[in-house]
């Protein structure tokens, strides 16, 4: 069964700085990794997904994460943080059901907090 | 393109009482899957449709049933509601036959059970 783990439930960070938000995968098959992020009353925003292709995958609003096999690790980074992104931030795993059909497995979330 | 739609955003019930929420997913996709998220928590998966047919559920009971219509539209129904159901209830729309697709979601349904 595939799962992740995001290991910090909050992030603080200033404006302009660095944002790394970190997540864990598992996986039986080679994996899709995708990383989501939701806004306060918001429905739900694809930021970038990995599905083996390059490594390093760059998505919207400066975000990129790199998928590490030896690590199991698929954090997300973004070199200059802007109050915008102050929002929930999932990494997610697509696994296969028993029916061989994909569903999402998400993690537990980590809450972005950015200062001015 | 409309993108995925709930309906209704918010609504109250009373334990006991049953609910039914809607989403039209986006065009052109022809797979709906629904999800629960509780306060604080990640998204749950409960249920996917395809083909106007539940293809796997979650670990979620029986109360929790759903259809989708021709259109590809969708509703879930919770039946004898609990305090407990009370979440976010999130609906993905996505297109069967693509390998990792990308899932688009809707702005959720907020219940609270009283």
């Known amino acids: 069964a595939q799962s992740v783990t995001q290991l910090d439930s909050h992030v603080s960070v200033s404006e302009g700085t660095p944002v790394l938000l970190r997540c864990n995968y598992s996986?039986?098959?080679?994996?899709?990794l995708f990383w989501y992020v939701q806004h306060p009353n918001k429905g739900l925003q694809l930021l970038l997904k990995?599905?083996?292709?390059?490594?390093l995958v760059k998505g919207i609003n400066g975000f990129e994460a790199e998928f590490k096999k030896s690590e199991t690790s698929f954090h997300l980074t973004k070199p200059s943080a802007h109050m915008s992104d102050a929002a929930e931030y999932f990494c997610?795993?697509?696994?296969?059901?028993?029916?061989?059909?994909?569903?999402?497995?998400f993690g537990t979330g980590t809450r972005l907090l950015v200062s001015p | 393109d409309a993108g995925v739609t709930q309906s209704p955003t918010h609504l109250i019930k009373t334990r006991g009482q049953q609910v039914t929420l809607r989403c039209s997913p986006k065009?052109?996709?022809?797979?709906v899957s629904w999800y629960q998220q509780a306060l604080g928590q990640g998204p749950q998966f409960i249920f996917q449709?395809?083909?106007?047919?539940?293809?796997q559920r979650g670990n979620f009971p029986d109360r929790f049933s759903g259809h989708q219509f021709p259109n590809y539209s969708s509703e879930l129904n919770v039946n004898a509601l609990l305090l407990g159901d009370s979440a976010l209830y999130l609906c993905?729309?996505?297109?069967?036959?693509?390998?990792?697709?990308?899932?688009?979601f809707g702005q959720g349904t907020r219940l609270t059970v009283v």
């Open positions: 993905a729309s996505s297109l069967e036959g693509r390998m990792n697709t990308e899932a688009f």
């Open positions: 996986s039986s098959y080679s994996p899709s």
């Open positions: 990995y599905t083996s292709a390059a490594t």
């Open positions: 997610v795993v697509s696994g296969f059901m028993n029916t061989g059909f994909q569903k999402l497995v």
């Open positions: 065009s052109g996709h022809d797979t």
């Open positions: 449709y395809y083909e106007e047919e539940e293809r």
